[in-house]
């Protein structure tokens, strides 16, 4: 009999009581179970077997057998929601708990990490909020933008060095004196619906993507992309650019239908990369992997992303302090808790803590919006910028409680040289102040500090909320008029070529230090870009983002330090990028 069934006979049987001896006669017992007498031995019996309860028959007439219930009916329902949920029967475990969503949270939680099942490896996490249609065109977010490196490929990647690796395309070249690229595509590559990727689906991907705003500006110069045949793409600039292989194998130009682009909100979204989506939804998304991707195979069969808002402290199996969409000043974490410093400090040392941990690519930084009626003069942000200083900030975080993991930041990526910080040359501030910033735990928890620090300068601070694409198309068309906006920025895994875009193709910041300084910052970046190799972006770009900290542009605040725990159920896991454990890559060897 299946431990379903068992289960109902079972319910029947505790109002008898829980954990204490009961003196019955088998015959009760059946008349209680609403069965023979035969067939409630039976039951009692393999009851017994799976230590459900004890059960000790006396044998002779009248004699009074001993019965002892060993589990609460809850925590046997749990018992049985956790092996549903281990091998992926999620509907079933939720009707076991009888739809209590609260308890199906905890137990997903408990149970995050690598199963087998039925020769599958499956992964499951969890995450504290839904994640948005998953396409590249749109703006996304860091987790996202993970997500859809998992989902689909570009025609080459960059790594972190700034080296052009294949994908789709096994072979390209520049032509310095044409400016052209040429890309080569692998035979027989397929999206994952079946349809053929080949040279003529990504021209109309491009001349697609040509079309949308948010491309114009780091395509300005793309004058043509064409095909001679069906796995040769031909892309002509009107300018120089030895980086633009790093540019395009970033995720905004993921390979992607060309139908797919547009305002459809469907998110059974059709990829090229080593997972394909079965399930998303607002509770969970689902991936398995795709058979034909282009190259390895990943070691991981499905994975399954739950929306989880109950994080408890000691449920985790895996966990790491990548923060989530919040407007509470506390920081949340998926698969995690909130932690500061101080207790992820302490937790170093410790059997089960760090296993790994980087500082991010990135930063969140104060920008002075030269776009309001209440312009900051350059005293008042030189002024600004000594007051806000990051270990101002992180001094009234750690007495506000509200530490993230972080470190402070000297610069706007950390591997740049640290800015030596202004002289407190005192000047006078306006009698009110408003700071923009998007629903992000970590920039809202700097946000309340600096109000808090402003406040005591006497100070008016107003705190507008936005969300991430609502900060960034208000920035665009020019609305976004408070004169503080705390943001940030977070390179991709082709780092190189995602530190220029967070420069030249960013509309907060460009909005926001005025006409006369954009214009010299696109120049500078054009000019890098026409007589640069890729792998040396990052030098070349760190005095053109110091020139935006000592003009008083913008203050660095806060390196998010990113670590991943798991405790002895992940093999050989790598922290990426985004703060993610690399998906494709787990196994288990057992």
């Given at each position: 009999?299946?431990?379903?069934?068992?289960?109902?006979?079972?319910?029947?049987?505790?109002?008898?009581?829980?954990?204490s001896?009961?003196k019955?006669?088998?015959?009760d017992?059946?008349?209680?179970?609403?069965?023979?007498v035969?067939?409630?031995?039976n039951?009692?019996?393999?009851?017994?077997?799976?230590e459900?309860?004890?059960?000790?028959?006396?044998?002779g007439?009248n004699?009074?057998?001993?019965?002892?219930?060993?589990?609460?009916?809850?925590e046997?329902?749990?018992?049985?929601?956790?092996?549903?949920?281990?091998?992926?029967?999620?509907?079933?475990a939720l009707?076991?708990?009888?739809?209590?969503?609260?308890?199906?949270?905890r137990?997903?939680?408990?149970?995050s990490?690598?199963?087998?099942h039925?020769?599958?490896?499956?992964?499951q996490?969890?995450?504290?909020?839904?994640?948005?249609?998953?396409?590249?065109?749109q703006?996304?977010?860091?987790s996202?933008?993970?997500?859809?490196?998992?989902?689909?490929?570009?025609?080459?990647?960059?790594?972190?060095d700034?080296?052009v690796?294949?994908?789709?395309?096994?072979?390209?070249?520049?032509?310095?004196?044409?400016?052209q690229?040429?890309?080569?595509?692998?035979?027989g590559?397929?999206?994952h619906?079946?349809?053929?990727?080949?040279?003529?689906a990504?021209v109309k991907?491009?001349?697609?993507?040509?079309?949308?705003?948010?491309?114009?500006?780091?395509?300005?110069?793309?004058?043509?992309?064409?095909?001679?045949?069906?796995?040769?793409?031909?892309?002509?600039l009107?300018e120089?650019?030895?980086?633009f292989?790093?540019?395009?194998?970033?995720v905004?130009y993921?390979?992607q239908?060309?139908?797919?682009?547009?305002?459809?909100?469907?998110?059974?979204v059709?990829?090229s990369?080593?997972?394909?989506?079965?399930?998303?939804?607002?509770?969970?998304?689902?991936?398995?992997?795709?058979?034909?991707?282009?190259a390895?195979?990943?070691?991981?069969?499905?994975?399954?992303?739950?929306?989880?808002?109950e994080?408890?402290?000691?449920l985790?199996?895996i966990?790491?302090?990548?923060?989530?969409s919040?407007?509470?000043?506390?920081?949340?974490?998926?698969?995690a808790y909130?932690?500061?410093?101080?207790?992820?400090e302490?937790?170093?040392?410790t059997?089960?803590g760090?296993k790994?941990?980087?500082?991010?690519?990135?930063?969140?930084?104060?920008?002075?919006?030269?776009?309001t009626?209440?312009?900051?003069?350059?005293?008042q942000?030189?002024?600004?910028?000594?007051?806000?200083?990051?270990?101002?900030?992180?001094?009234?975080?750690?007495?506000?409680?509200s530490?993230f993991?972080?470190?402070?930041a000297?610069?706007?990526?950390?591997m740049?040289?640290?800015?030596?910080?202004?002289?407190r040359?005192e000047s006078?501030?306006?009698?009110?102040?408003?700071?923009?910033?998007?629903?992000y735990?970590?920039?809202?928890?700097?946000?309340y500090?600096?109000?808090?620090?402003?406040?005591?300068?006497?100070?008016?601070?107003?705190?507008?909320?936005?969300?991430?694409?609502?900060l960034?198309?208000?920035?665009?068309?020019?609305?976004?008029t408070e004169?503080?906006?705390?943001?940030?920025?977070?390179?991709?895994?082709?780092?190189?070529?995602?530190?220029f875009?967070?420069?030249?193709?960013?509309?907060?910041?460009?909005?926001?230090?005025?006409?006369?300084?954009?214009?010299?910052l696109?120049?500078?970046?054009?000019?890098l870009?026409?007589?640069?190799?890729?792998?040396?972006?990052?030098?070349?770009?760190?005095?053109?983002?110091?020139?935006?900290?000592?003009?008083?542009?913008?203050?660095?605040?806060?390196?998010?330090?990113?670590?991943?725990?798991?405790?002895?159920?992940?093999?050989?896991?790598?922290?990426?990028?985004?703060?993610w454990?690399?998906?494709?890559?787990?196994?288990?060897?057992?």
């Amino acid at each position: 009999m299946s431990d379903l069934n068992l289960l109902r006979y079972y319910t029947r049987l505790v109002p008898l009581g829980v954990g204490s001896e009961i003196k019955t006669a088998l015959v009760d017992v059946s008349e209680v179970l609403f069965t023979s007498v035969r067939h409630a031995r039976n039951l009692l019996n393999q009851m017994h077997e799976l230590e459900w309860l004890t059960w000790a028959p006396k044998v002779g007439r009248n004699q009074r057998s001993t019965l002892v219930l060993n589990l609460e009916l809850i925590e046997l329902k749990k018992q049985l929601a956790t092996e549903r949920i281990v091998s992926g029967k999620y509907e079933k475990a939720l009707a076991i708990l009888d739809d209590d969503k609260k308890e199906f949270g905890r137990l997903l939680q408990s149970t995050s990490g690598v199963s087998m099942h039925e020769g599958q490896l499956h992964l499951q996490l969890t995450y504290k909020r839904s994640f948005e249609r998953l396409v590249p065109h749109q703006l996304q977010r860091s987790s996202e933008r993970y997500l859809l490196r998992q989902l689909y490929c570009c025609l080459v990647t960059s790594d972190r060095d700034g080296l052009v690796e294949p994908q789709l395309a096994h072979h390209w070249e520049y032509d310095p004196e044409h400016y052209q690229w040429t890309f080569y595509l692998r035979p027989g590559l397929t999206f994952h619906d079946g349809s053929p990727i080949d040279a003529a689906a990504i021209v109309k991907l491009y001349k697609k993507l040509l079309t949308l705003p948010e491309y114009q500006t780091e395509l300005s110069h793309l004058s043509d992309v064409s095909s001679e045949q069906p796995l040769k793409i031909l892309f002509t600039l009107s300018e120089p650019d030895k980086g633009f292989a790093g540019l395009i194998s970033g995720v905004r130009y993921s390979i992607q239908p060309v139908s797919q682009v547009g305002g459809t909100s469907d998110y059974a979204v059709i990829g090229s990369g080593p997972f394909e989506v079965v399930e998303h939804s607002s509770e969970k998304l689902r991936l398995q992997a795709f058979e034909r991707y282009y190259a390895c195979r990943a070691l991981t069969d499905r994975v399954t992303i739950w929306r989880l808002n109950e994080v408890k402290k000691d449920l985790s199996l895996i966990e790491t302090n990548q923060l989530a969409s919040n407007n509470e000043k506390e920081c949340n974490h998926y698969v995690a808790y909130s932690v500061s410093d101080e207790s992820s400090e302490a937790d170093d040392n410790t059997e089960q803590g760090i296993k790994y941990s980087r500082i991010e690519d990135g930063c969140m930084f104060a920008l002075f919006n030269q776009n309001t009626s209440t312009l900051l003069g350059e005293q008042q942000r030189r002024y600004l910028s000594s007051v806000l200083s990051a270990q101002n900030v992180y001094k009234r975080m750690r007495e506000q409680k509200s530490l993230f993991g972080c470190e402070v930041a000297g610069n706007l990526l950390p591997m740049w040289q640290t800015m030596l910080r202004p002289f407190r040359v005192e000047s006078t501030l306006p009698a009110s102040l408003s700071i923009a910033v998007y629903d992000y735990a970590a920039l809202m928890s700097c946000v309340y500090s600096i109000q808090s620090i402003l406040q005591e300068l006497g100070v008016k601070v107003e705190v507008n909320t936005y969300s991430y694409r609502e900060l960034s198309e208000r920035s665009a068309n020019g609305s976004l008029t408070e004169e503080l906006i705390i943001t940030n920025i977070n390179l991709d895994d082709n780092r190189h070529a995602s530190a220029f875009d967070s420069l030249f193709n960013n509309p907060i910041l460009h909005n926001s230090i005025g006409t006369m300084a954009s214009q010299w910052l696109t120049e500078s970046l054009t000019t890098l870009r026409s007589s640069t190799e890729l792998c040396d972006y990052l030098n070349d770009l760190e005095p053109i983002a110091s020139t935006l900290i000592s003009e008083f542009y913008l203050t660095p605040l806060f390196h998010h330090r990113q670590t991943l725990r798991f405790h002895g159920v992940l093999k050989d896991v790598e922290l990426t990028n985004w703060g993610w454990p690399d998906i494709r890559n787990v196994w288990s060897a057992s």
